[in-house]
């Protein structure tokens, strides 16, 4: 794999550091940050380009806060300048390089990407019955606490061998532990960190039907003892490589049978449901909340699968 060098320079520009302002604001100009940084934006980014071309940008101190849906996680936030700036700049130059490198099966976080094209591939997927009669369902231990920085480095410096890129890197990894929830750049470490397993699992294990969301990940196969020969692989390649533990509530199963519980769905052969607790949390918001955009956005959901009684009972006029 070849790696690549002098990008720091592309990343530090004012040329991008504009561009990462801009996108950094996008539906955030009410907040204080933004409204601060507005005062004099010129003479910030001119500060923020010397900071870190002089090489002594840090990481801001962290705020946290918990968000309780879909479950509970404590959410890690930057201030506006000069961190989610520098993160934008960061991505501006590294996402097309570190999307590249990913393979076709993982869906979060990624332009194009996303839940819907994760449930339309596994849906085109399943009609093929046949070799998808059998599942294998499993995820990771805490994912993003336990990323290891030292192996993430390693990892990023088989892509990279920019010093003065590799620095920003090692600083934005160092400033928390594992990969804090809620940072932008995390996201895509995140991706980073799994995507050589991602290689191993399509290229070595040579498996056909593989999902991952995140640290979600389903395996489909027409031989039940196979999956279980691939998890045995799959728990020692993650200990080994990436010091990651896949939890004990695996599954191996019939998917006839029970479903495919992913991404929010339910996926059968011949149809795709709404997740139970998705389908309650849709039923109070039109019931109780009343509130639209988030009443359209569980509508949006519920349109990508086989849920017209369900939309007929909730909003019998479609008139959202």
């Keep these: 794999m070849k790696r690549l060098n002098n990008l720091y320079q592309q990343i530090i520009s004012i040329e991008n550091l504009t561009l990462a302002e801009t996108k950094a604001r996008k539906g955030k100009s009410k907040q204080y940050g933004v409204q601060v940084f507005d005062k004099n934006p010129k003479e910030k980014l001119a500060e923020l380009h010397k900071t870190l071309f002089e090489r002594r940008y840090q990481t801001s101190?962290?705020?946290t806060f918990t968000v309780y849906e879909p479950k509970e996680r404590l959410v890690f936030r930057l201030p506006y300048f000069p961190d989610r700036i520098t993160h934008h700049a960061v991505m501006n130059i590294l996402e097309p390089i570190f999307t590249k490198a990913f393979t076709n099966d993982?869906?979060?976080?990624?332009k194009g990407k996303g839940i819907h094209a994760a449930a339309r591939n596994l849906k085109t997927a399943l009609q093929d019955q046949d070799n998808t009669r059998y599942c294998l369902k499993l995820d990771i231990v805490k994912f993003y606490p336990n990323v290891n920085h030292d192996i993430l480095k390693a990892l990023l410096r088989r892509k990279f061998k920019d010093n003065d890129l590799l620095w920003l890197l090692d600083e934005i990894?160092?400033?928390?532990?594992?990969?804090?929830?809620?940072?932008?750049?995390s996201q895509y470490f995140a991706n980073f960190y799994l995507t050589y397993f991602d290689h191993w699992i399509k290229e070595q294990k040579e498996i056909k039907h593989y999902f991952r969301y995140a640290d979600d990940i389903v395996i489909l196969s027409s031989n039940k003892p196979h999956l279980h020969e691939i998890l045995a692989e799959i728990k020692q390649y993650l200990n080994d490589n990436l010091k990651l533990q896949v939890k004990d509530n695996f599954q191996v199963f019939p998917v006839e049978a029970r479903g495919i519980d992913f991404i929010g769905y339910v996926f059968y052969h011949t149809h795709t449901k709404l997740r139970k607790s998705i389908k309650k949390r849709f039923a109070k918001a039109v019931s109780k909340t009343k509130n639209k955009a988030t009443i359209s956005a569980y509508y949006g959901w519920a349109k990508h699968c086989d849920s017209k009684h369900l939309l007929k009972k909730l909003i019998p006029n479609d008139s959202i």
């Design 61 to 63: 101190e962290y705020t």
């Design 106 to 110: 993982t869906y979060s976080c990624i």
């Design 173 to 185: 990894i160092d400033s928390a532990d594992g990969l804090p929830i809620g940072n932008y750049l």
